[in-house]
């Protein structure tokens, strides 16, 4: 109820009047049915736009420190995250990490769609680093599409460590969804999910880059080509 509330009568209006939030690619959104919604992680306001241009709800795996504050502050910060539709996790790694798994996925058990940032954090320059298999075990898991959805212009409004936003128009734009079923039975194999993780951070690459979808049918994705290798990767790819 607090979810769309804000989103309609509070914060809805207020963002949408400032911003006019432009939208690429509706038809690629699922209308029904669970789906993982994979997004680079530009700006602390990602989590404001990308919500509010989507017809459904979509729950975010949030860092824990959002719901452990202390005091009115604290109750304040607990009361409006889990409100946007966030849920907390604990981002130390280890069983925290298979915690966080678990959670997403029973999110995804319930048919709704899981918002996730595959880079773990906000970019400190613009850029799009490299994913965490996190969400390629989750997909497989789960039996569900991955869509890539590129945030632009989120970081000129909001960069890392700039408290006050400036107002610039920002884009949303959402990828075909991706089809990683053919691969259902390898959600443990972490070759499987690192290249999966890598063609999910390309695809997300390229609609960023473009700023535009060339299409709205599935991609599918059994031509996948698992590369057993140690050579290191590039670090970052620019996406702004």
Known sequence: MLYWFLKLFVLGP???????????GRKNFPKTGAAILASNHLSFSDSFFLPLVAPRRITFLAKSEYFTGRGLKGWISRAFFSGVGQVPIDRSG????????????RILAQGDLLGIYPEGTRSPDGRLYRGRTGIARMALEAGV???????VGTFEVQPT??????IKRVKVVYGAPMDFSEFAEQSKDPVVLRNITNQVMQALQGVASSSRTRSNSWI?????R????TKQESPSMRCR
């Open 226 to 229: 698992i590369v057993r290798s």
């Open 145 to 151: 599409p991955i869509v890539p959805v590129a945030m």
């Open 94 to 105: 280890g069983r925290a990490s298979e915690a966080a798994i678990q959670t997403g996925l």
């Open 161 to 166: 460590g700039k408290v006050l936003p400036r």
């Open 14 to 24: 207020v963002i949408r009047g400032l911003y006019w939030p432009k939208v690429v």
């Open 220 to 224: 599918r994705c059994s031509s996948l």
